[in-house]
């Protein structure tokens, strides 16, 4: 496992298991944030990595697939703190609604674990301890990603992942709906964040450089 800096307060936690699986750990002024938890096996490095910075404040969950939530319960057993998602993601990782593209329901956390994002009624996303989440379906129904405006840093989960320096599409045979994933990548023009980090991937530099040329080559996938 290798632990990379991102920017000033992001560190990134990077594991292989045949792709690369990563968690984020943010910095605050009152201790630490984990965004997405890998795998159980990882559990031990994101801790002690977000240990570093003070007291764990909270887990954010880009979505609810098992590479993003398979260290929670192991996390959970350590900590004690509020877990938050997308209110439209949490039926899915629940286990109340199957996931597109998949046959049957994945119980992928205990029910009651994850707290919906608070929003407002317009459906507007609140900043979390200086996280700006952003609703960006496609990959899976809630699927957020986070953005650092300070490090001018958006923590991407599954919305891209990246091949020689490109922005590359999230992995197909995983991917809800690849038009929608595609088109909520937008994200990087409307932020234009200095560093895009992705999850299956290496981070990629000024994103909203290369988004039209994606949004060409992979919107009709």
Known sequence: MKVKK???????????????VSAWIVKTDNGSIIVDTGMG???????EQAEKYGPLQMILLTH?????????????????????????????????????????PQYLVDKGVVKKLPEDGEGVLHTMMGL???????????????????????????????????????????????????????????RTPDILSICHGKDILNPSKQYEKYRLEYEKS
């Open 41 to 47: 096996w990882m559990t031990s490095r994101i801790l």
């Open 132 to 190: 700006i989440p952003y609703y960006t379906p496609g990959h899976s129904p809630g699927h957020t990603v986070f953005y650092h405006p300070d490090d001018n840093v958006l923590i991407c989960g599954d919305l891209f992942t990246s091949k020689k320096g490109e922005l590359t599409p999230p992995i197909k045979m995983f991917t809800a709906d690849m038009k929608q994933a595609v088109m909520s990548g937008g994200i990087v023009k409307k």
């Open 6 to 20: 991102v920017s000033n307060h992001i560190y990134k936690i990077e594991a292989w298991m045949g792709i690369i």
């Open 64 to 104: 609810g697939h098992i590479d993003h939530t398979g260290g929670l319960s192991s996390i959970l057993k350590k900590e004690t703190v509020p877990v938050y998602a997308h209110r439209l993601e949490i039926p899915y990782m629940e286990g109340d609604l199957i996931y597109p593209r998949k046959k049957k």
